[in-house]
């Protein structure tokens, strides 16, 4: 038998939301672009510890976490104002995000459950270079929309980094971070700490690239809704990302343009439970 289930009615109407969204795709990925530097809405994405410069990408991703399959579309723009300053900003609208079970336990059943998409949350930011080495990065997030149930709260995000030029073709960053975060409805996520290091590698027009971030929650949460002995929510988390990328670029009309791929994975407590995958196919240009 075959028993298909849909998280509420909100999901329901969203399916045709979603064909209005296809059939308008072109007005859908001009919106997205006019509002990048203003109000999008985006997951967080793991980029290399670089000099601020000036880009544009664009990429579709698929994504396992925590059995929810997904599929994104993914804006990043950074624009140097000056050579050792930048601001930024990461944006994505989540098409398609649903489980599937099968079970044969007595019985034979499958189990399609769509989940409610949109939005995700939005990362912003300025980063600067204080030294030829030394640079700090700030940023904030922005809770989601309808395209996600984790990170709703308003995040401020510190993060000092050094650069290690080895060779004129490659890079070594490495940064310490600090999150925290605002109060909202009396529950106030405990503040986080975290190390990241990168690697980029130009030999000739190739790109490649890797990511590691760990990160981990220092202080347990507060449910200040309750009395002061019951409010820690026992939730000193821990986790970490990884993310490898390879672009290859080209001269198009003059302007330096790239094509890669890149497969990122997150696993620990603090990013999820289950470790999740994430491949994407992206577009750069600088």
């Not at 109407?13 to 999008?40: E, H, P």
């Not at 624009?79 to 034979?108: K, N």
């Not at 909202?184 to 980029?200: C, R, T, Y």
Request: aromatic content about 16%; some cysteine; glycine content about 8%.
């Amino acid at each position: 038998m075959h028993l298909f289930s849909f998280t509420n009615v909100k999901s329901v109407l969203l399916i045709d939301s979603n064909f209005y969204i296809f059939q308008n795709m072109n007005k859908v990925f001009g919106c997205i672009l006019s509002i990048a530097f203003a109000a999008s809405f985006a997951t967080e994405s793991l980029h290399p510890i670089v000099a601020p410069s000036t880009s544009f990408g664009v990429q579709g991703t698929v994504e396992l976490d925590e059995d929810i399959y997904s599929g994104d579309m993914e804006v990043s723009a950074e624009y140097a104002v000056h050579p050792r300053l930048s601001l930024y900003v990461d944006g994505a609208f989540r098409f398609l995000s649903y489980s599937y079970e099968y079970s044969t336990e007595g019985y034979i059943h499958n189990y399609c459950n769509l989940h409610v998409n949109g939005f995700n949350e939005t990362y912003v930011g300025a980063k600067g270079l204080i030294l030829p080495y030394l640079g700090l990065n700030l940023g904030w997030q922005f809770p989601p929309g309808e395209g996600s149930q984790k990170n709703r709260f308003h995040r401020l995000n510190v993060e000092p980094f050094s650069l290690l030029q080895v060779s004129k073709n490659l890079t070594i960053g490495t940064a310490f971070r600090y999150n925290t975060f605002l109060e909202d409805q009396n529950f106030k996520p405990g503040d986080e700490i975290g190390f990241k290091a990168s690697l980029v590698w130009k030999p000739g027009l190739w790109e490649f690239s890797e990511v590691f971030l760990y990160q981990a929650r220092i202080e347990e949460s507060e449910n200040r809704n309750l009395d002061k002995r019951y409010r820690n929510m026992k939730d000193k988390y821990r986790g970490m990302k990884m993310k490898f990328d390879a672009m290859r670029y080209f001269n198009i009309a003059g302007i330096s343009t790239g094509f890669g791929l890149n497969y990122e994975i997150h696993e620990g407590t603090l990013f999820g439970f289950e470790t999740g995958h994430r491949i994407g196919i992206e577009m750069k240009i600088r």
